[in-house]
T-cell receptor, first 113, second 117 residues
Framework: KNEVEQSPQNLTAQEGEFITINCSYS?????LHWLQQHPGGGIVSLFM???GKKKHGRLIATINIQEKHSSLHITASHPRDSAVYIC???????????????FGQGTILTVHP | GAVVSQHPSRVICKSGTSVKIECRSL??????MFWYRQFPKKSLMLMAT?????????EQGVEKDKFLINHASLTLSTLTVTSAHPEDSSFYIC?????????????FGPGTRLTVL
């Protein structure tokens, strides 16, 4: 079982729909990242969070440390939101925060006009 | 957010040649840089962690003599794929982390697509 699991793996939506992508992890973490990757392109960091909720434009990220779960929400989705969304965590164990990221497998989002 | 650049964005080379990929942090100093490899439709795989002025730490299974990493300054790290073979064809992505705290945010480069003929 992967340490970081995302769901769904594929998501298709109509323009304007509210979208939720989920990330669950099984290890202690010090921070969680949500990343966006367009086809053939580099990676953009959307959020880094360790508690609560963050909002940027139409994007909202939440994390529940006790439940080891995070969600990425996109409101009023648009075709330009079509991309792969990746959840990545920084492991934390035994009082030590490690610098390396562990990645989920990604969620492929397609938003149709 | 902070900007990380990579050069070249695409490179095609013949089998047996060496290829150098540069990763630069443009508006911050990066004590630590990370090199990742991504296969089609797969997530990122960490190859090595590079700290300025010291030897890189390679992940298990990554050949250090094959993938040479140099982090000679706080804004530049290079990855050299030596004696490249077709199986080295991949998308290589670097990321950079400012400062010394391991919890600082990482910023990613746009990636370099390597094709070895």
């Amino acid at each position: 079982k992967n340490e970081v699991e995302q769901s769904p793996q594929n998501l298709t939506a109509q323009e304007g729909e509210f979208i939720t992508i989920n990330c669950s992890y099984s290890v202690g973490i010090s921070a969680l990242h949500w990343l966006q990757q367009h086809p053939g392109g580099g990676i953009v960091s959307l959020f880094m969070l360790s508690s609560g909720k963050k909002k940027h434009g139409r994007l909202i990220a939440t994390i529940n440390i006790q439940e080891k779960h995070s969600s990425l929400h996109i409101t009023a989705s648009h075709p330009r939101d079509s991309a792969v969304y990746i959840c990545a965590v920084k492991l934390y164990a035994g009082g030590t925060s490690y610098g390396k990221l562990t990645f989920g497998q990604g969620t492929i989002l397609t938003v149709h006009p | 957010g902070a900007v990380v650049s990579q050069h070249p964005s695409r490179v095609i080379c013949k089998s047996g040649t060496s290829v150098k990929i540069e990763c630069r942090s443009l508006d911050f100093q990066a004590t630590t840089m990370f090199w990742y490899r991504q296969f089609p439709k797969k997530s990122l795989m960490l190859m090595a962690t590079s700290n300025e002025g010291s030897k890189a730490t390679y992940e298990q299974g990554v050949e250090k003599d094959k993938f040479l990493i140099n982090h000679a300054s706080l804004t530049l790290s290079t990855l050299t794929v030596t004696s490249a073979h077709p199986e080295d064809s991949s998308f290589y992505i670097c990321s950079a982390r400012p400062g010394l705290a391991v919890n600082n945010e990482q910023f990613f480069g746009p990636g370099t697509r390597l094709t070895v003929l």
